[in-house]
């Protein structure tokens, strides 16, 4: 029981400490942090399987509300139950919330050239690469056949070519998804009934 309760502690302080490094050291936001918190989960804590994980990742950005609070959300549920999920929300907010109330109140101060500028033209150019490697990480595990890959390509040029928002995007995707889903399975239907006569 003892080493049980050590156990629980343990994976929580995990979580915690993952989901707090990411949302301190990431910039660019959640899908930034994804090929860090990816590593640190699967790779190096073992806490689940990179296929399930990269399940939650998609979920996350999928969803409604900030990418890495969804993404602890799932991935700490998942690892430690509810205890799980709050330590690692916890964790991928509180860094956020301390730096943004320091920017915040410090933006004024904040050279608009010189070195401290140059870093951060630096940050945000390492942040693009994390959103990058994000991106093809998902691309894989979620783009498996042609009509995947056609409605990426739809969704990418209508989200660059037009004005519709993204959420209508998204919303279209999954009314066409639902529509892929229900002509596979009747077609599936009919040639298993061809089958039996």
Not at 72 to 95: D, E, N, P, Q
Request: hydrophobic share 55%.
């Amino acid at each position: 029981m003892e080493q049980r309760q050590k156990t629980n502690l343990k994976t929580l302080w995990e979580l915690f400490v993952i989901f707090f490094k990411a949302g301190t050291f990431t910039f660019a936001g959640g899908l930034a942090m994804l090929p860090v918190i990816e590593r640190d989960i699967v790779e190096k804590n073992k806490l689940m399987p990179r296929e399930e994980f990269l399940e939650y990742a998609t979920l996350s950005q999928t969803l409604p509300g900030v990418i890495a609070v969804n993404c602890a959300a799932f991935v700490g549920r998942r690892a430690a139950g509810t205890k799980g999920m709050l330590a690692a929300s916890f964790g991928a907010t509180v860094s956020a919330f301390v730096l943004m109330v320091l920017a915040t109140v410090l933006l004024g101060l904040i050279p608009r050239e010189g070195p401290l500028y140059g870093a951060f033209e630096g940050i945000r150019a390492a942040s693009s690469a994390l959103i990058l490697a994000a991106a093809f990480s998902l691309g894989r595990h979620n783009i498996k056949n042609l009509f995947s890959v056609a409605l990426m390509l739809a969704a990418f040029f209508v989200t660059l070519l037009t004005d519709v928002s993204v959420p209508l995007v998204v919303l279209g995707g999954a009314a066409i998804g639902v529509v892929y889903a229900r002509l596979a399975a009747a077609k599936k239907k009919k040639g298993g009934k061809g089958d039996v006569s």
